[in-house]
């Protein structure tokens, strides 16, 4: 179960979301089993990690970097799936957790590194594939950040970017969260990514019309954990019809594939 198998194996987890309320997650028999079951029941999270898992799968990297991996789920998962990981994190708290949830669960090839990625454009280590989920709209210097991501994909690797996209939705729950810009629009996303060198394969839509009603009923539910874990799967299932939809101009979310130059 994504992130759930992983998290299972550790014994106090802390999870500090973008809206700043945090939950400690403790390894009990009846948490191991939902778990097993649910995963992490985070409505966002698992909409955006199904499309970055499916990326993965498509393009088969080796090596990941896990640019802004925060509490780390990302990292552990790779790695739990046999990936070789580097996450790169700024705040000092979440890199020694994430490192000891790693050693707790015997993930040998999952590695951290306390960075900032506006001053990383010059970074030796690369790797064959890039994820930055929902990372650039809290930065200010986003540039210098998106430059850092060219740096650290390896000539011809992939990166794999989600961000929110400006939108009315984005707009209405923006005050929830700790960003510093709403979003971003497709056309703005690929303008920046091309002038720091990458090819843009592919860009989708997500929260779109069924994703955004599955966010917000999930969310009505943050107060009863035991509700909120038996509606996950019917709400997320659910969610999975925006692919129904071609195209939305409310959408919340955007996700773009790109790839770096390989004449390096």
């Known amino acids: 179960m994504v992130f759930g198998s992983i998290l299972a194996k550790i014994n106090e987890f802390r999870l500090d979301a973008a809206d700043g309320q945090s939950a400690i997650m403790r390894n009990t028999a009846l948490t191991r089993a939902a778990l097993s079951i649910v995963g992490v029941p985070h409505m966002g999270l698992r909409i955006r990690a199904s499309l970055i898992l499916d990326e993965i799968r498509k393009h088969r990297p080796q090596t990941i970097i896990d640019a802004g991996s925060g509490n780390g789920l990302y990292t552990l998962e790779f790695a739990a799936r046999g990936y070789i990981v580097h996450g790169i994190e700024l705040n000092q708290d979440k890199v020694s957790r994430v490192a000891r949830y790693a050693r ?44 850092t991501l060219r740096a650290l994909t390896r000539p011809g690797g992939i990166l794999v970017l989600t961000v929110p996209r400006v939108s009315p939705f984005a707009a209405r729950v923006e005050n929830s969260f700790d960003h510093v810009r709403v979003g971003y629009t497709e056309e703005q996303l690929h303008a920046m990514l091309e002038s720091a060198g990458f090819q843009i394969l592919k860009t989708r839509q997500f929260f779109k019309m069924f994703g955004r009603m599955a966010w917000a009923a999930d969310r009505s539910l ?43």
């Open 222 to 264: 943050r107060h009863s954990s035991a509700l909120k874990a038996l509606l996950f799967w019917p709400l997320f299932l659910f969610a999975k019809l925006d692919a129904l939809i071609p195209g939305d101009r409310n959408a919340g979310g955007v996700l773009v594939v790109a790839r770096a130059p390989s004449d390096e």
């Open 104 to 147: 707790e669960a015997g993930l040998a090839n999952a590695s951290l590194q306390i960075a900032d990625l506006t001053e990383l454009a010059q970074a030796t280590r690369k790797a064959d594939l890039v994820v930055c989920s929902d990372v650039l709209e809290h930065i200010p210097d986003d540039t210098s950040a998106v430059f």
